[in-house]
């Protein structure tokens, strides 16, 4: 439970961080796209963080130090989110909402992340690259905590995200995305993982 809290907070800030419509924006979804999203969060919204974006989700291996996980934030996932959300306070999302959400979505990728070390500071050594057609691609914009939390095992947890421009990145790609990180930022020993997502299997 907390881990899916934690991964909910890193793009909820991502979605409340402000943002406008821009005139002759085209929208990564159609009205009959947002209304499924809307009602699959509603649907859902007895589920864990967790358990709700587990379809989206990939993860390295386990919980184990050295180990992630990573879940593509699609414009549907983001507006069922909402729509989970609103359903537990017994609400529903506003349409102005929504389309401004979806404004900001267009013409980028955006992922959710969740690293292991072993010290208080390595979520601030990450590094994110998005692989596609044999091209790297840098974040336009990332966050990773200064501090991280600690699990019961002693195990640190880093959660972020890192956001990239979709241009010239089809929508049924493959695309990889690859993050170096020291589990300890006091050593110089870099871990390096990797996520692959077919676009196309994800709405």
């Known amino acids: 439970m907390k881990k899916g809290i934690m991964v909910l907070a890193g793009f909820l800030a991502i979605i409340f961080s402000g943002c406008a419509p821009e005139r002759h924006t085209v929208l990564p979804l159609n ?42 934030i699609t414009p549907f996932l983001r507006i069922a989110l909402l729509s989970k959300r609103a359903a537990k306070a017994g609400g529903r ?21 969740t690293l292991y070390g072993d010290s208080h500071g390595f979520g601030r050594t990450a590094e994110f690259i998005l692989e596609h057609g044999g091209m790297e691609h840098e974040p336009v914009a990332m966050f990773m905590p200064s501090y991280a939390e600690i699990a019961r095992d002693y195990t640190c947890i880093a959660s972020g995200w890192a956001k990239f421009r979709k241009e010239d990145i089809p929508g049924d790609a493959t695309v990889n995305l690859s993050v170096k990180f020291r589990e300890n930022e006091e050593r110089e020993d870099i871990t390096g993982i990797n996520f692959e997502f077919d676009l196309s299997k994800f709405k």
């Not at 796209?33 to 864990?48: D, H, P, Y």
């Not at 989700?57 to 050295?66: R, V």
């Open 31 to 72: 009205e009959s796209q947002v209304n499924e999203a809307i009602e699959f969060g509603r649907k859902n919204s007895s589920l864990t963080d967790t358990e709700f974006i587990s379809g989206w989700t990939l993860d390295s291996g386990g919980y184990l130090k050295g180990e992630g996980r990573a879940t593509i």
């Open 93 to 113: 999302v506003e349409e102005r909402l929504i389309k401004s959400l979806l404004a900001k979505e267009a013409g980028f990728i955006t992922f959710d992340v």
